[in-house]
């Protein structure tokens, strides 16, 4: 897709406002901005990165659908990330799927997915700090990924998750204070 | 508690010594932002490893798949849109809406230029012009458009009566449509006739038909102001069913209160 400067330098509302008003192409640059870093909440939360490209595809089909209840005095992205949320709950209630696996099944995986012993440090940190994250309860991981993917904008997280500011950083705090704890124990066992 | 009190709390729980009353003080003291989270170093570190984690990136087949969507709905959109300015259909419904404009100015005419007509003289054009709106709505009704069925279950608001004909008709509308705007007018439609006691039967029996939830709460909220009590099965089917959205239930639920 050709990138146009100008077009890029619209904000997310005044596109999506042209989406509702029938400009569907426009859509297209919401997509090429947002397709990663909703990819990225999905596949954090889920591991799976088909379910994650279905997830994303159903969040734009339902910014879509109901385009013409966006009113555009609310911030697009916050809306958004309420729609994958709505998305991804649909998606585990209708299929019934778990949500939640047990420790050991995670080591398991953990460990399948291993390279070499000698693999540099910063390297199997990270996949075990992503090991430690898929390990944590599932409210405690979407907090962390929605600070990651918000970048730290707590105030619109709480928007999304429907509590205040302050409520919202003292769940990071919790999520944190868990992660590091997993973190650790994972690290003993290996 | 002072700013001394608070540095010792942070440095007590980043030596690892915090006891739960401490960590309840700490969250309250980031909740009402007497200190950020930036205070605590050794989770401000794991936080940034988590946002520099690699999520990985979506495959081609994720353009695709928007891509395709977004070129439909754009192609259908185009379609409704050229559907609705077909000349042809305009001109079908001008013409008719022209014949009972005319209609209704003979009527009119008639009874302002023979005041002393007869009530049954008036009475006679007002069914003739009621009849060619019966018309014209259950043509209007098999319409492919959703605009153009709209009109149809429109034209019912100011006839006074309406034959089983046209309530039919708007029983078939209010359970098949596929569209939801045009099955909320049909049940708006229905409302005046709700004196009926066969079409507050009829209304009963389409609750459990509905599948949309606007649907659904629209005739659980006129149920509840009619006290239809029959209702109360088919409303509680729904707070049954496990995809009634939790919104939908509630409202639901206080319909059912205001019945009990």
């Known amino acids: 897709m050709k990138s146009n400067p100008d077009l890029e330098a619209l904000s997310d509302n005044t596109l999506m406002i042209q989406v509702r008003d029938g400009d569907l192409d426009k859509l297209s640059l919401l997509f090429e901005r947002y397709k990663k870093p909703l990819y990225g909440f999905f596949y954090g939360m889920n591991k799976d990165a088909e379910l994650s490209e279905d997830l994303v595809q159903n969040v734009f089909y339902r910014i879509l659908r109901y385009r013409n209840v966006f009113r555009g005095d609310g911030d697009f992205r916050v809306w958004m990330f309420h729609i994958a949320r709505n998305v991804r709950n649909d998606h585990f209630r209708k299929d019934k799927i778990k949500l939640k696996e047990p420790v050991e099944r995670w080591n398991d995986k953990l460990q399948a997915s291993e390279g070499p012993l000698d693999e540099a440090i910063r390297q199997d940190n990270m996949r075990m700090l992503s090991a430690a994250l898929a390990i944590l309860p599932e409210e405690k991981r979407e907090v962390l990924l929605l600070s990651k993917f918000q970048n730290r904008n707590y105030r619109d997280i709480g928007e999304i998750l429907g509590c205040s500011e302050g409520a919202v950083k003292v769940k990071v705090f919790r999520a944190l204070q868990e992660l590091k704890e997993v973190f650790f124990r994972l690290e003993k066992r290996m | ?260």
């Open chain 2, 1 to 260: 508690m002072d700013n001394a009190q608070v540095k010792e709390l942070i440095r007590r729980y980043q030596e690892g010594i915090t006891g739960p009353d401490e960590i309840a003080q700490l969250e309250y003291l980031l909740e009402t932002g007497t200190i950020g989270l930036e205070a605590f170093h050794e989770l401000g570190t794991i936080e940034n490893q988590v946002h520099n984690l690699e999520t990985g990136l979506p495959s081609q087949s994720l353009d695709d798949a928007f891509y395709t969507m977004l070129r439909d709905e754009i192609k259908k959109e185009q379609s409704l849109f050229e559907r609705i300015n077909v000349p042809r259909y305009q001109l079908l419904f001008r013409i008719a809406a022209a014949v009972l404009l005319v209609m209704s100015g003979i009527a009119i005419g008639h009874f302002l230029d023979r005041p002393q007509a007869s009530d049954g003289q008036v009475h006679q054009l007002s069914e003739q012009v009621s009849e060619l709106k019966e018309m014209m709505m259950l043509a209007l009704l098999d319409k492919e458009e959703a605009t153009e069925r709209l009109k149809a279950v429109n034209l019912t608001q100011g006839m006074n009566e309406v034959s089983t004909k046209v309530t039919q008709a708007l029983f078939r509308t209010l359970n098949n449509d596929e569209n939801v705007n045009v099955r909320l007018a049909a049940l708006e439609a229905l409302t005046p006739y709700t004196g009926d006691e066969r079409i507050r039967e009829e209304l009963v029996r389409s609750i459990g038909k509905q599948d949309s939830p606007l649907v659904q709460l629209a005739l659980a909220e006129l149920m509840a102001a009619l006290q239809e009590k029959s209702s109360l099965d088919a409303l509680q089917k729904i707070l049954n069913n496990d995809r009634t959205p939790e919104a939908v239930k509630r409202k639901i639920e206080e319909s059912i209160l205001v019945m009990s």
